[in-house]
T-cell receptor, first 116, second 112 residues
Framework: NAGVMQNPRHLVRRRGQEARLRCSPM?????VYWYRQLPEEGLKFMVY????????ESGMPKERFSAEFPKEGPSILRIQQVVRGDSAAYFC??????????????FGPGTRLTVL | QKEVEQDPGPLSVPEGAIVSLNCTYS??????FMWYRQYSRKGPELLMY????GNKEDGRFTAQVDKSSKYISLFIRDSQPSDSATYLC????????????FGTGTKLQVIP
């Protein structure tokens, strides 16, 4: 049973380019969360999605960042016109979306984005 | 003030020592408390999950929650070099939805 998969694991972009980060949740999971981790900082929540719906994007910067989780295929975190401050590790987590009991989030290995 | 405060360390202990990791929080809406372990360049993995005040034990790990003081702890007994990692406390509000608030993490090194 494969865990949460993220690709690419490492991504290098020049300032002004676009970055696309992909996340395939665990089998049977319909809820996806994106987090950003800056050096020496904890994980910061960015966005929470269910299939075809953004539930909470309160942690997303208002500009340049967008996320989607289509009916088919992986969830995508898209960063347009990247700047050096976007350099970070981006983690995706998924959960089955249990409405009772513990709805545990399982994390992927992360994508490390470096902006030159 | 951050919602969750955690000493970043680093914390260095000899093999076999008892390790104590702590977090404080300010928001009384937090009802669920977790500890994650994150090895270098890996994703976090869930170690312990607690709801009520008190202790929860799992092998060498004990999680302690004191809601009245807004203080949580993770104890590691007989620490091993393989325990060397960053430990993140995390919290959830009660009800519905699963936005997790993390501490900054404490880096632990267990010296053989």
């Amino acid at each position: 049973n494969a865990g949460v998969m993220q690709n690419p694991r490492h991504l290098v972009r020049r300032r002004g380019q676009e970055a696309r980060l992909r996340c395939s949740p665990m089998k049977g999971h319909s809820h996806v969360y994106w987090y950003r981790q800056l050096p020496e900082e904890g994980l910061k929540f960015m966005v929470y999605l269910q299939k075809e719906n953004i539930i909470d994007e309160s942690g997303m910067p208002k500009e340049r960042f967008s996320a989607e989780f289509p009916k088919e295929g992986p969830s995508i975190l898209r960063i347009q016109q990247v700047v050096r401050g976007d350099s970070a590790a981006y983690f995706c987590a998924s959960s089955p979306g249990l409405t009772s009991g513990r709805d545990e989030q399982f994390f992927g290995p992360g994508t490390r984005l470096t902006v030159l | 003030q951050k919602e969750v405060e955690q000493d970043p360390g680093p914390l260095s202990v000899p093999e076999g020592a008892i390790v104590s990791l702590n977090c404080t929080y300010s928001n009384s809406a937090f009802q669920y408390f977790m500890w994650y372990r994150q090895y270098s360049r890996k994703g976090p993995e869930l170690l312990m999950y607690t709801y009520s005040s008190g202790n929860k034990e799992d092998g060498r790990f004990t999680a302690q929650v004191d809601k009245s003081s807004k203080y949580i702890s993770l104890f590691i007994r007989d620490s091993q070099p393989s325990d060397s990692a960053t430990y993140l406390c995390a919290m959830l509000r009660s009800g519905g939805y699963q936005k997790v608030t993390f501490g900054t993490g404490t880096k632990l090194q267990v010296i053989p």
